[in-house]
């Protein structure tokens, strides 16, 4: 019986002496796989990007008589911002977001450009005053120097043409504000604005018709709108496409 039980414990320690190394191997089998290598963290979005160009940029333009009679029109250097405009006779200033398009800012910030206007003391009004025509102010602000010209008509042809593609981009956006305005209370305005912004694309007058597009396309199905002004749109639509 003695010998029994001997024979049974040095089997037992015999299959743990056994267990012993298989179970070590194990375990460096398992300390010894190649771990997946940590991903070092991502570099914030901050540093990866060039800092923002801080320069501000703002058109005004102010004749109290007039139908639309302030605009201000305030943008960063991508062209992205917002238009702050007051009719005659209301008290309440409309804002809404603008934005300049690639092709619109490419024109406006080469004018910008040319004309130096940090660096620039030049006085662009000329000589004959047309008051009566409204006065437009520019301005430039880099952060570090901040610069206003104003004037009511100008002989530099670059301070004339800036001022003229801040009016082009007020039109446009001034004209998109109504007509949906018009889609939400007063869709018998529709035919009347359309004919506008026809007028408007005939003569270059506006900034880029091409942002008009997504507009024209609801409006060509709009039946809160005439079938006129439905038709209409459709119409502009295939002369912007062409």
Known sequence: MVRLRTITLLAALLLVLVAIPSAAQDANKRNDRPQAASSPAAPRAEENQKSANPTRYSYEFTQPEFVIRHIVIEHDASGHGKITFERHGEETPIVEPVELS???????????????????????????????????????????????????????KSAWALA???????????????????????????????????????????????????????????????????????????????
């Open 102 to 156: 690639a092709s619109a800012w490419g024109r406006i910030s080469r004018l910008w450009s040319d004309l130096k206007f940090l660096d620039s003391n030049e006085n662009y009004q000329a000589p004959k005053n047309f008051a009566h025509l409204g006065t437009y102010r520019i301005s430039m602000d880099d952060g570090k120097r901040q610069r206003t010209a104003e004037f009511n008509w100008s002989n530099n």
């Open 164 to 242: 003229d593609e801040y009016r082009r981009v007020a039109d446009q956006a001034i004209l998109i504000f109504n007509l949906n305005l018009a889609r939400e209370m007063q869709p018998l305005n529709a035919p009347q604005l359309l004919n506008e912004m026809d007028m408007q694309i005939t003569r270059n007058g506006l900034s880029d018709p091409q942002q008009l597009v997504p507009l024209l396309m609801e409006l060509r199905t709009d039946e809160h709108i005439p079938l006129i002004a439905r038709n209409h749109a459709d119409r502009i639509l295939k002369k912007i496409k062409k």
